[in-house]
């Protein structure tokens, strides 16, 4: 956290530039001595796939919205 806080001070401060930090990996997971490793790395793939899954149908709804809003702006533009 402490290097993740200083390069935004430093982006910032130097001349605002938009910056995006990833500072922990794709799919941060804390796995205690106790736990089920085994249970704990099959919970681990489902959410990777579930996000994945996830992201994958909002571009396809987001594609077919925009395909959607083209069709009426044609419709009222040459139909009309």
């Known amino acids: ?10 982006a ?3 001349n605002l530039k938009q910056v995006s930090l990833e500072l ?18 099959s919970l ?5 796939v579930y996000n ?3 992201f994958l149908l909002s571009e396809l ?6 395909l959607h809003i083209i069709m009426i702006l044609f419709n009222i533009l040459f139909l009309f």
């Open 12 to 14: 910032a401060s130097s």
């Open 1 to 10: 956290m402490e290097v993740g806080r200083e390069i935004m001070h430093t």
């Open 24 to 41: 922990v990996g794709k799919s941060p997971l804390l796995i205690f001595d106790d736990a089920d490793v085994d249970k704990a790395a």
């Open 61 to 66: 709804i987001m594609k077919k919205l925009k």
């Open 44 to 48: 681990a793939l489902l959410c990777i």
């Open 52 to 54: 994945k899954v996830k």
